[in-house]
T-cell receptor, first 115, second 116 residues
Framework: ETGVTQTPRHLVMGMTNKKSLKCEQHLGHNAMYWYKQSAKKPLELMFVYSLEERVENNSVPSRFSPECPNSSHLFLHLHTLQPEDSALYLC??????????????FGPGTRLLVL | AQKVTQAQTEISVVEKEDVTLDCVYETRDTTYYLFWYKQPPSGELVFLIRRNSFDEQNEISGRYSWNFQKSTSSFNFTITASQVVDSAVYFCALRGVTGGGNKLTFGTGTQLKVEL
């Protein structure tokens, strides 16, 4: 079952490039998340969108710019990245239960390499 | 503040052995949820189980079982008769319900290698 899909799966970009990561969920959820997973580090929550509004931005540099046009789609726009931004970027979605999020379901991730 | 500790960085077992992955958590919330996720080499985090803090009953699902003990703040995961396909990184996670309760706090993961 591919409830949450992400494209591209792999991306190599130079520091001056602009690219976008795309996430789509087919689970009828209304909250979406971006996480960064670097080698030997815990998953880092980057952004949270709830009902298409950004509710959390965990001190992420402005070179990462999220966009959530509707409850099924989430983008992460990238520009002038640094080599240390190379990581696996994971998208997740969940349903709102009252004011709280239920179980998060993850996509396969985009493995990003910045040269 | 919430914290999840997975002290075992890497475990190697031979196929058919049983293996237990440890998870210890800290939270000030009285209501909270605990999760286990599996991350195979493909990268996707696969949801395995969710428990709420009021349900200490242990759970078994096929070869997987979970032991939740509030007294020791632990939520351990046992794989019985391990198989090569169980090789993955396993993450324990915690979500409270107060303050920043929507945050899912992950442990650093345990890499499980199952060899023939």
């Amino acid at each position: 079952e591919t409830g949450v899909t992400q494209t591209p799966r792999h991306l190599v970009m130079g520091m001056t490039n602009k690219k976008s990561l795309k996430c789509e969920q087919h689970l009828g959820h209304n909250a979406m998340y971006w996480y960064k997973q670097s080698a030997k580090k815990p998953l880092e929550l980057m952004f949270v969108y709830s009902l298409e509004e950004r509710v959390e931005n965990n001190s992420v540099p402005s070179r990462f710019s999220p966009e959530c046009p509707n409850s099924s789609h989430l983008f992460l726009h990238l520009h002038t990245l640094q080599p240390e931004d190379s990581a696996l970027y994971l998208c997740a979605s969940s349903r709102l239960a009252g004011e709280y999020q239920e179980t998060q379901y993850f996509g396969p991730g985009t493995r990003l390499l910045v040269l | 503040a919430q914290k999840v500790t997975q002290a075992q960085t890497e475990i190697s077992v031979v196929e058919k052995e049983d293996v237990t992955l440890d998870c210890v958590y800290e939270t000030r919330d009285t209501t909270y949820y605990l999760f286990w996720y599996k991350q195979p080499p493909s990268g996707e985090l696969v949801f395995l189980i969710r428990r709420n803090s009021f349900d200490e009953q242990n759970e078994i699902s096929g070869r997987y079982s979970w032991n939740f003990q509030k007294s020791t703040s632990s939520f351990n995961f046992t794989i019985t008769a391990s198989q090569v396909v169980d090789s993955a990184v396993y993450f324990c996670a915690l979500r409270g319900v107060t303050g920043g309760g929507n945050k899912l706090t992950f442990g650093t993961g345990t890499q499980l290698k199952v060899e023939l």
